[in-house]
């Protein structure tokens, strides 16, 4: 989250058209990273004689949740001109986000010869997202809680899928991911 704190304080310069531009740079220069570090967990699962077609169900799930949680979030901010920033640098979070989680899923792949058998989410993650999730429905129209819905379900999977695959902690990682994603996208007063 540091890259994206930095971003946010080189990106927030200037015109609205100059703040798009460097967001969209910030966004491709993600984007390339995280192809980087897919193509090297796949190669490493290749590597071990390992089937990559779980990675790739993951990505395409992770792709889904971004998609639409990016949306959700573009869509809060309509009718004004700054949505279209909100949904790049949600991209940008989010992409920061799994690139980092590739590099970690690598790094065990590298140290240990199984996945490690998932771990529960801890009830205080699992607590607060519900209580953030609930706080966010109260302040949205039925179009935006609809896709928040939609969001989170997309998300709900990704996560199945991703820690299916990386086992351990993931759970809770992941849920703690969401929640500073969800903080991240609400601009107004704070609610959680």
Request: charged fraction near 20%; proline fraction near 4%.
């Amino acid at each position: 989250m540091l890259a994206v704190a930095a971003a946010t304080a080189s990106c927030d310069r200037g015109t609205t058209y100059d703040m798009r531009t460097c967001w969209d740079k910030q966004s491709e220069s993600a984007g390339a990273e995280l192809k980087s570090a897919y193509a090297k967990v796949a190669a490493r699962m290749r590597g071990w004689g390992l089937s990559a077609a779980p990675l790739s169900a993951v990505q395409t799930a992770w792709t889904s949740a971004r998609d639409k949680t990016c949306s959700f979030e573009y869509e809060l901010y309509l009718p004004g001109t700054i949505a279209p920033q909100i949904a790049v640098e949600c991209s940008v979070r989010m992409t920061q986000a799994r690139t980092k989680r590739l590099d970690a899923l690598l790094a065990a792949l590298q140290t240990r010869d199984h996945v490690p058998a998932p771990k529960p989410v801890s009830p205080a993650a699992g607590a607060q997202l519900d209580s953030l999730y609930r706080g966010y429905l109260t302040r949205l129209t039925g179009s935006q809680r609809t896709s928040l819905a939609g969001a989170q379900t997309a998300w709900v999977v990704y996560r199945d899928k991703a820690c299916a695959l990386e086992g351990g902690a993931c759970l809770t990682d992941l849920e703690k991911e969401r929640i500073a994603e969800l903080q991240a996208s609400w601009v107004g007063e704070p609610f959680w």
